[in-house]
């Protein structure tokens, strides 16, 4: 017994200081620490019932109404912290917010199952033994605790089971722990009777429980250097936008304006066709920054989807190649395709394709000066499905390592390019990799300066049976 109340002062020592120390720290407050917080003051409370207990036990008779409420109500602490813990179980399995949204008043639902448990702890019987050696307590009531103890495990179990997969693993160790040390305790008090360890368990897990919720000072500190990278970076990129739209949209604006003059004061037709023809070139320049600009935001705000349909893909491709054939040969380069036969009809969202398909064409054009260009396209049929392999690599000026690192962010571009009318606003990239992104698909990419730049594309598409 006296090894017994050494085992509870110092478990009474240690939780006491583990709780200062979670009060007195700042925290983020939510469920999570709400639990903890109720689990470590009925931790300290149940270390100094069972305390009690066997203090008062001793003294039977004379204390048997002071003996008889203390054993009550570490009866009822006991049900209290494993019901806490179980709630804590299933909030992480499934939600608070979910279970919350399903039981509207699920606050009053646990106040009245305390409510019940207290009643119930209070109307059964207890006995005790003391025979001068040990001292325990026994009865139905005692045997409460064992028939919650094998219930809540059972649910807590059930719970972990169903949603394994969206549980870390650091949070699974308290249950572990509690069940093993659960066994043992019952193993241990049905040798002897004496033997009450069941708060020195609570304690254990507790400790253990601390260091699985991520402690809360720290946890606080990450979510306010979240936010503020986020606010920063938002800035950031708002004014970048700002910045590089004013400049690309006044570009072409500009030349618009400009050569409408000049079709004013025109003195022949042929004359007035070529500032047209460039008044054309310009408007479709202000077009296609605008379109990449509206399709950027539809996808960040999650409004644009991908829309599915049958398509044949070679026919689908070569609509694409052919409309860049004839920019390639104004440049001296060559356009050279290898394209394995694909299956003939796919399901799958060909515009996209074509789309990505077409920034990368454009992109290899625009930054080649001379040699060629390929598009080289493999499959690879796996049951219903056609993996499907793009690769175009080019001979053009290459990538510096500073733009690799973000080459697919928004306005990332090279800087000596910045202000000439050779590049683009840096959309391109961007929508490509955010689309391939939705069809489950990947981009990979190498480069070398001055000796040009391959990007492969790879995505799977669903064959239909004709």
């Known amino acids: 017994m006296d090894i017994g109340y050494a085992v509870l002062t110092l478990n009474f020592i240690y939780i006491a200081i583990l709780a200062v120390i979670f009060f007195t720290r700042k925290k983020v407050k939510n469920v999570e620490t709400t639990i903890f917080g109720l689990l470590i003051i009925s931790n300290l409370l149940g270390l100094v019932l069972e305390f009690l207990c066997g203090y008062f036990i001793k003294g039977l008779p004379k204390y048997e109404i002071i003996t008889f409420i203390i054993n009550k109500l570490h009866i009822v602490n006991i049900s209290f912290w494993i019901t806490t813990f179980t ?121 253990i429980m601390y260091h699985t919720i991520e402690n809360p000072d720290i946890k606080m500190v990450r979510q306010l250097e979240i936010a503020n990278i986020k606010v920063e970076k938002a800035s950031r990129a708002k004014s970048e936008f700002l910045s590089s739209m004013s400049h690309e949209i006044r570009t072409p ?26 008044i054309v070139s310009s408007s479709e320049k202000l077009l296609t920054m605008i379109s990449n600009v509206l399709d950027i935001a539809r996808i960040d705000t999650n409004k644009s989807e991908l829309k599915n349909v049958n398509y044949n893909f070679n026919q689908e491709l070569n609509k694409v190649i052919y409309l860049f054939i004839s920019k390639a040969d104004e440049k001296g380069i060559i356009l050279q395709d290898e394209i394995e036969e694909l299956p003939k009809t796919l399901n799958g969202d060909v515009e996209s394709i074509k789309r990505i398909v077409a920034n990368l064409l454009d992109n290899a054009i625009k930054y080649t000066e001379k040699g060629s260009i390929n598009l080289i396209v493999k499959k690879k049929i796996e ?84």
């Open 87 to 207: 709630l804590y179980v299933v909030f992480i399995c499934f939600g608070y917010e979910k279970i919350k949204k399903k039981f509207k008043n699920l606050l009053s639902y646990i106040y009245c199952y305390f409510v019940f448990i207290f009643l119930l702890a209070y109307v059964l019987p207890i006995n005790y033994f003391n025979d001068g050696k040990s001292i325990y307590s026994y009865g139905p009531a005692s045997n409460l605790i064992v028939i919650l103890c094998i219930i809540y495990l059972a649910i807590d179990i059930l719970a972990i089971i169903k949603n394994i997969r969206n549980i870390s693993k650091l949070k699974l160790i308290p249950l572990i722990i509690l069940i093993i040390g659960l066994i043992v305790v019952f193993i241990l008090r049905s040798i002897n009777p004496s033997m009450v360890l069941i708060t020195t368990i609570f304690s254990f897990v507790t400790t």
């Open 253 to 278: 604006l500009n030349a618009i304006v400009g050569f409408s003059s000049l079709i004013k004061e025109a003195n022949t037709l042929e004359e007035a066709k070529e500032n047209a023809e460039d």
């Open 383 to 466: 049951k219903d499905n056609c993996k499907i392999t793009i690769t175009i690599s080019d001979t053009g000026v290459g990538i510096s390592k500073k733009v690799l690192k973000n080459i697919f962010e928004e306005f990332n571009r090279e800087e000596k390019y910045r202000d000439t009318a050779t590049s683009g606003m840096g959309l391109g990239l961007s929508i490509s990799k955010k689309l391939l992104d939705m069809m489950g698909g990947k981009i990979e990419y190498k480069s070398s300066v001055g000796k040009g730049t391959t990007f492969t594309i790879y995505l799977t598409q669903k064959i239909v049976e004709e």
